[in-house]
């Protein structure tokens, strides 16, 4: 079984500013992870992925996320916030190696930028 | 171009009425879902085909009855429609590897009277 936490449900920064938002994750198998971005009335758009090559994975729009498996996390920052990033956030876990491309998604996280 | 693309975007109708949602894609892929978006924007997958197979099938009621007439299309259909299937309901498609992304489309908002 696999299954995703996002901590925060809301997060709110000033433009400019880093934002940080929080993916744990649980996985009995190898996982691959994902961070998709849903703007207003939109469909879900790729950010970034991990896929057990490097751990640090840069995505669109100077987003980033490190995998720690130590941890069980998979964190999304961007060092500088932008109003156009104002949008929800969905972390989402699959199965290395099986499972029939099943993605399990996180509640998401809502992100408000401010001037 | 769209990528994945559904009909219709909005779809307002009463409790006990039949309808249908479609999709296709055109990136070439293999591999085709449906997802139930809720008022609470929780996504959770509803079904996967993969070359017209099904292979995921989530618990979902058998209301809902997905139909893949080649690889390219996904419809989704729904009979007897209750309050509680109100939702945003994606289409999402990928090649057949679990590493692979899923394409989305823009979602079906469908409104139960």
Not at chain 1, 20 to 31: A, Q, T
Not at chain 1, 82 to 94: L, P, T
Not at chain 2, 49 to 71: A, G, H, M, Q, W
Not at chain 2, 91 to 104: K, L, N, P, V
Request: with cysteine.
């Amino acid at each position: 079984a696999q299954s995703v936490t996002q901590l925060g449900s809301h997060v709110s920064v000033s433009e400019g500013a880093l934002v940080l938002l929080r993916c744990n994750y649980s996985s009995s198998v190898p996982p691959y992870l994902f961070w998709y971005v849903q703007y207003p009335n939109q469909g879900l758009q790729l950010l970034l992925k991990y896929t057990s090559a490097a751990t640090l994975v840069k995505g669109i729009n100077g987003f980033e996320a490190e995998f720690k498996k130590s941890e069980t996390s998979f964190h999304l920052t961007k060092p500088s916030a932008h109003m156009s990033d104002a949008a929800e956030y969905f972390c989402a876990v699959g199965l290395l190696g099986g499972g029939g491309n099943k993605l399990t998604f996180g509640t998401g996280t809502q992100l408000k930028v401010e001037l | 171009d769209t990528a994945v693309s559904q009909t219709p975007k909005y779809l307002v109708t009463q409790m006990g009425n039949d309808k249908s949602i479609k999709c296709e894609q055109n990136l070439g892929h293999d591999t085709m879902y449906w997802y139930k978006q809720d008022s609470k924007k929780f996504l959770k997958i509803m079904f996967s085909y993969n070359n017209k197979e099904l292979i995921i099938n989530e618990t979902v009621p058998n209301r809902f009855s997905p139909k893949s007439p080649d690889k390219a299309h996904l419809n989704l259909h729904i009979n007897s429609l209750e309050l509680g299937d109100s939702a945003v309901y994606f289409c999402a498609s990928s090649q057949w590897d679990t590493q692979e992304t899923q394409y989305f489309g823009p979602g079906t908002r469908l409104l139960v009277l």
